[in-house]
């Protein structure tokens, strides 16, 4: 049975990535920061039966942490084999009032959290000569976006990141690739939407719309859709190294 792991698994995109691995019979260590929310999430998916859902608290940014992690995680479900670099944040701010602590987390958390991770599990997929590594990207790392430089320069980096490594794992058995999703029905854009109603005055309504207009297919993405993108490069052998846009729009999948 093959072994997935999916940072920031306790919510959202995570979660329903999470619950489509459980769903093609995949064993799963759902990783995250809060160990009550990872906990629940875990019970959730396990309740299903048939498969082993494991909850394991964790934090991308220390490295110490990322081993413990994985050590456990192998320990008791085996060696992972798919790894999804979930976990991510996003702030705003106009460029003149980015901070350097901003600036700074964007990076940890959106870039060397992936490279912790896949530095850790890795080599055991070179060995075994199998294995999937999915980054969560978004499309600000393919396009630039006003008042989001820190987020848009960190996913612009996963993403060349995903294609550095994919072109040297290329022909051992292993992929990388990116997904690249618009703005999603996530917490992230409920936060913004939010702040933009706060700063402006708007509707809450108002300002979810403003933002789903912002994606090329005029409405948000559904977690699920991305899920059902991570489920397709697991059982894919042939694309690597490809950056797949998931923006709105018909087709909704196509790559960059």
Same mark, same amino acid.
């Given at each position: 049975?093959?072994?997935?792991?999916?940072?920031?698994?306790?919510?959202?995109?995570?979660?329903?990535?999470?619950?489509?691995?459980?769903?093609?019979?995949?064993?799963?260590?759902?990783?995250?920061?809060?160990?009550?929310?990872?906990a629940k999430v875990a019970d959730e998916?396990r309740a299903g039966g048939g498969v082993?859902?494991?909850?394991?608290?964790?934090?991308?940014?220390?490295?110490?942490? %990322?081993? /413990?992690? $994985?050590?456990?995680? *192998? +320990?008791?479900?085996?060696?992972?084999?798919?790894?999804? &670099?979930? @976990?991510?944040?996003?702030?705003?701010?106009?460029?003149?009032?980015?901070?350097?602590?901003?600036?700074?987390?964007?990076?940890?958390?959106?870039?060397?959290?992936?490279?912790?991770?896949?530095?850790?599990?890795?080599?055991?997929?070179?060995?075994?000569?199998?294995?999937?590594?999915?980054?969560?990207?978004?499309?600000?790392?393919?396009?630039?976006?006003?008042?989001?430089?820190?987020?848009?320069?960190?996913?612009?980096?996963?993403?060349?990141?995903?294609?550095?490594?994919?072109?040297?794992?290329?022909?051992?058995?292993?992929? %990388?690739? /990116?997904? $690249?999703?618009?703005? *999603? +029905?996530?917490?992230?854009?409920?936060?913004?939407?939010? &702040?933009? @109603?706060?700063?402006?005055?708007?509707?809450?309504?108002?300002?979810?719309?403003?933002?789903?207009?912002?994606?090329?297919?005029?409405?948000?993405?559904?977690?699920?859709?991305?899920?059902?993108?991570?489920?397709?490069?697991?059982?894919?052998?042939?694309?690597?190294?490809?950056?797949?846009?998931?923006?709105?729009?018909?087709?909704?999948?196509?790559?960059?």
């Amino acid at each position: 049975m093959r072994v997935a792991m999916v940072t920031g698994g306790s919510r959202g995109i995570g979660r329903a990535i999470a619950a489509a691995l459980v769903r093609e019979g995949l064993s799963v260590a759902v990783a995250a920061r809060d160990r009550e929310q990872v906990a629940k999430v875990a019970d959730e998916l396990r309740a299903g039966g048939g498969v082993s859902v494991l909850a394991v608290a964790l934090d991308v940014t220390d490295a110490t942490s %990322v081993e /413990a992690a $994985c050590a456990r995680t *192998a +320990a008791e479900l085996g060696p992972v084999d798919v790894l999804v &670099n979930n @976990a991510g944040i996003a702030e705003s701010a106009p460029f003149g009032k980015t901070t350097v602590e901003s600036w700074e987390r964007h990076l940890r958390v959106n870039v060397t959290g992936p490279y912790l991770m896949t530095r850790a599990l890795l080599g055991g997929m070179l060995e075994r000569g199998w294995g999937r590594v999915i980054n969560v990207a978004s499309l600000a790392g393919l396009y630039g976006s006003p008042y989001v430089t820190a987020y848009t320069t960190s996913k612009h980096a996963l993403v060349g990141f995903t294609r550095a490594l994919a072109t040297e794992v290329s022909g051992k058995g292993v992929t %990388v690739n /990116a997904i $690249c999703p618009g703005f *999603a +029905a996530t917490d992230m854009v409920w936060n913004g939407a939010h &702040n933009i @109603a706060a700063r402006t005055g708007r509707s809450f309504e108002d300002a979810v719309a403003s933002l789903a207009r912002m994606n090329p297919g005029g409405r948000l993405i559904e977690p699920e859709e991305i899920a059902d993108e991570v489920r397709r490069l697991v059982g894919d052998d042939t694309i690597n190294g490809e950056a797949v846009v998931l923006d709105g729009s018909t087709p909704q999948r196509r790559t960059s």
